[in-house]
């Protein structure tokens, strides 16, 4: 019977599995958030995410999931009488488009089948077309294993359309998937920690354009909690606009030492042989969900084309190995399931998992 107090390791799209000496960081004393100690952790922690998404804009913390920031890219940077082009291709970035109209903000889709990718020409077409204030990108969509080609787009949009703003959801790529947030023009992007942070869930972290922070300075009616002008305000004193979570920062800032001390480089190719890995099996036995030339490097959607009993298998794996990958999203479920490989999950621990899986598929 399933227990909370001993859950099984998760390789599920997130949260993955965190390391004992993760945790260890987030069983340290706690400081006050106005404390010249929670300065110093502060200053220090966002130093190390600007070296490692390449920027010297602004970098913020936020006490949410990575959902809140959709929230906050729009609400910020998009006045109520402009129009946002959505780019949808899966569960995620579907949602994103949903949010832009909570926000009641008005949102034109550009839509392609799951598992197919956002080209810089399809883009390029429908923004073309119209006349839009802001796009929003999913980098890795986390329901289908796909990587959009961000570094073509981004090529694309900053020759063809410059004055458009760009906000990217890196929630299942930031860390795991290169990302020069500088070199790539874009205005806002963000990720949670649960997915290749390997943290557990509570924290978000936004890299945010300097012109998108000129931009919600003209945006009325922007809130508090995600309000980008008053982040920037109490980020230049070394704090967050509210408490924030200061254990997941004490996680967080071991996190990216040691993630420095790596050097990003060699992290995305570890990321990239792990995915090669998961690939290269789920080939022989089934096939990749998503078009082959764009797959994820931190997660894989795997298509069931063996008929197995999806649920079953991941009931039996959790039984006997104390272990939980994860079944399809949504609409994907049964006919999909989907096995993460970012974080701190190792190539060992993969080999063993597909191993199990195996014994149980025959």
Same mark, same amino acid.
């Given at each position: ?200 869930? #509570?924290?978000? @972290? /936004? ?6 922070? !000129? *931009? ?6 922007? %809130? =508090? ?81 063996? #008929?197995?009993? @999806? /649920? ?6 959790? !039984? *006997? ?6 079944? %399809? =999203? ?33």
């Amino acid at each position: 019977m399933p227990d909370w107090k001993h859950p099984p390791r998760l390789f599920i799209p997130g949260p993955v599995k965190v390391s004992d000496d993760v945790l260890q960081q987030l069983a340290r004393p706690t400081l006050g958030h106005r404390t010249q100690e929670y300065m110093q952790l502060h200053g220090e922690t966002v130093q190390l995410l600007k070296r490692m998404l390449f920027t010297d804009q602004h970098v913020f913390l936020s006490t949410s999931s990575g959902s809140g920031i959709w929230e906050a890219a729009i609400r910020n940077c998009v006045a109520p009488e402009e129009t946002v082009l959505c780019t949808c291709c899966g569960a995620f970035s579907d949602k994103w488009a949903e949010v832009v109209t909570l926000c009641g903000r008005e949102a034109d889709v550009l839509e392609v089948a799951w598992g197919q990718a956002i080209t810089p020409e399809l883009l390029d077409e429908k923004l073309a077309a119209g006349n839009y204030a802001a796009v929003t990108l999913v980098y890795n969509e986390t329901s289908t294993g796909l990587a959009n080609p961000v570094y073509a787009i981004s090529e694309m949009m900053k020759a063809k359309h410059p004055d458009v703003l760009v906000f990217v959801d890196s929630v299942s790529a930031m860390v795991g998937l290169p990302l020069h947030f500088d070199d790539l023009g874009w205005d806002v992007t963000f990720a949670s920690v649960q997915k290749a942070f390997a943290i557990p869930p #509570g924290l978000a @972290v /936004a890299a945010v354009s300097n012109r998108a922070l !000129e *931009k919600s300075l003209s945006v009325p009616q922007r %809130g =508090y909690y995600f309000n980008f002008e008053l982040w920037a305000k109490n980020a230049a004193k070394d704090q967050t606009l509210v408490t924030p979570n200061i254990p997941h920062i004490m996680a967080l800032h071991y996190q990216c030492s040691k993630l420095i001390d790596e050097g990003m480089e060699r992290v995305w190719k570890r990321h990239g042989e792990m995915a090669q890995y998961v690939r290269h099996w789920a080939g022989e036995k089934f096939s990749i969900f998503c078009d082959a030339r764009y797959p994820s490097d931190t997660l894989t959607t795997i298509r069931n084309v063996m #008929g197995i009993d @999806v /649920a079953k298998t991941i009931a039996a794996v959790r !039984e *006997k190995h104390g272990t939980l990958f994860s079944d %399809g =999203y949504g609409k994907l479920k049964q006919e999909t399931f989907r096995i993460a490989h970012m974080g701190d999950i190792t190539l060992g621990e993969l080999e063993e998992l597909l191993g199990w899986i195996d014994e149980e598929i025959g």
